[in-house]
């Protein structure tokens, strides 16, 4: 699932193309820590027994189309800056502009091309690419080994998902994006855009879209 430059790997007729990048980076390594030790005249004390919390369970609903991928508020937000659903299940021009799939719709998924209406077909502006697909165990293990390979930079989320993503704006980085890999599904933002203002965007999406798709 090599991921090329959007215009290769999901043709539109846009005339700015959303490059997949690659970041090498490293996990934190934790401290190791020594256990404290007591004294042997202290007196024996019962163990304390620490209170187990509830494990949250989600469960992801795969959206219809691409008009049910984010929330209400962002397609709002969206509208206010002019950027409407171009492409996609669902989007204006639906999927006569794309002639190659995406990694994510080749997975089982769908990508969602959110952008400005030029009235032009041979000038669309697409600003993000948005996309969500369905994982079992087995798929989600080759989803995480590739993005690894890409040498994007792999993190946790507060969710305790894993995620990766990238800044961009570097030689051979010029876009970012950003993925979040949960137990069953992936979510991905691409945008148009590279830098921190940028990737922070491409995290506020994904986490939409995680918020419109779990219950």
Known sequence: MHRTSLTS??????????????????????EPTTAPT???SA???????EPTTPVVTE???MPADCTEILPPANIAKFESDGVTLLAGPGGKY?????????????AGGIS?????????LNALTVSYLVSAVPLDESTRAGVIADLTAQGLLQSTDERGDISFGVLGGGAGQTTANYNIIAVDSWISVI??????????????????VHINTYE
């Open 9 to 30: 790997a999901a043709r539109l007729c846009v005339p700015a193309a959303l490059l997949i990048v690659t970041l090498a980076g490293c996990a934190p390594t934790a």
């Open 191 to 208: 945008s148009s855009q590279s830098g921190e203002k940028a990737f922070l965007a491409a995290v506020k999406l994904a986490d939409a």
């Open 38 to 40: 007591t004294s042997d």
């Open 112 to 120: 969602c091309y959110f952008g400005v209406d030029n009235e032009d």
């Open 94 to 106: 639906g999927d006569e502009l794309i002639t190659d799939p995406t990694p994510e719709t080749v």
């Open 59 to 61: 469960t992801f609903t």
């Open 43 to 49: 007196a024996p004390t019962e163990p304390t027994v």
